[in-house]
């Protein structure tokens, strides 16, 4: 009899299986994406350039999108526990356990600020430097030369210290790091910016069958907004200096 054919159950389950994972995702209504706090991309009041791209997203399938905002490292530990559903702004591999969206949002201009007292060369001026950069980011994977790493939460603290002579090189995005000087607790005029690599940003997103579903949905979306010039569209409208061609 058919109910009793093995390869018939098997194909049951597998059909059964792939329409819960479908139902499942059509019946979220809202999710919680996390990120670092940037100014002009993922502000604490729910505004900036990257909510904008999540809502621009995934509002249009009727999935609501609410924001939080807390450090870096944080951030990835709240996606490895399963408390939020995405999180914005990694590089590719760092963040392990995640489902990475095929397509980058942004990329960073990462780069090198020192005193004017160092005389830049490329990436090699960093190699045995003391060198600094946000808890958590993985950029010496980037890099080819070894250095004395350290780790901070605040980018105001690292840039004091390298005020101080205490580090040699801060490592960050160009966008950020500007910012940063533009507050006047250090002279700007004491120090230079040096770009040293372009790397991609993507969007991760927990690695379970919703996760799937929204990464899918991200990968679609996003698309449709680069192609007809949307995307480019807030990305001025944010007046933020990268656009991922």
């Not at 299986?17 to 670092?36: G, P, Q, T």
């Not at 991309?41 to 509002?59: H, P, S």
């Not at 995005?173 to 910012?179: S, T």
Request: proline share 2%; net charge negative; aromatic share 12%.
């Amino acid at each position: 009899m058919l109910r009793n054919n093995p390869l018939i159950s098997l194909l049951f389950i597998l059909f059964a299986f792939s329409c819960s994972e479908s139902l499942f995702a059509a019946s979220v209504s809202s999710i919680l994406v996390e990120a670092e706090e940037w100014e002009g991309a993922t502000q604490k009041d729910g505004t900036g350039l990257y909510w904008e791209i999540m809502r621009r997203v995934f509002e249009p399938e009727g999935i609501k999108v609410n924001t939080n905002t807390s450090t870096f490292k944080r951030s990835v530990g709240l996606l490895n526990e399963g408390s939020v559903d995405a999180m914005m702004g990694a590089y590719k591999g760092e963040v392990k356990g995640g489902l990475y969206s095929t397509l980058h949002f942004d990329y960073d201009e990462v780069s090198a600020l020192h005193r004017k007292d160092v005389q830049w060369q490329g990436e090699s001026t960093l190699e045995n430097k003391e060198v600094a950069w946000i808890s958590g980011y993985k950029i010496a994977e980037f890099l080819s030369v070894s250095m004395k790493v350290h780790e901070y939460y605040e980018r105001k603290k690292m840039i004091k210290l390298l005020d101080e002579g205490k580090l040699d090189f801060v490592i960050e995005a160009a966008y950020d790091l500007k910012k940063e000087l533009e507050k006047g607790y250090v002279d700007a005029k004491n120090f230079e910016l040096h770009k040293v690599k372009e790397v991609n940003m993507y969007v991760v997103f927990s690695d379970d069958a919703l996760g799937k579903e929204l990464r899918d949905i991200f990968d679609r979306q996003f698309k449709k907004l680069v192609d007809s010039g949307e995307a480019k569209k807030l990305f001025d409208k944010w007046n933020w200096p990268t656009f991922p061609d």
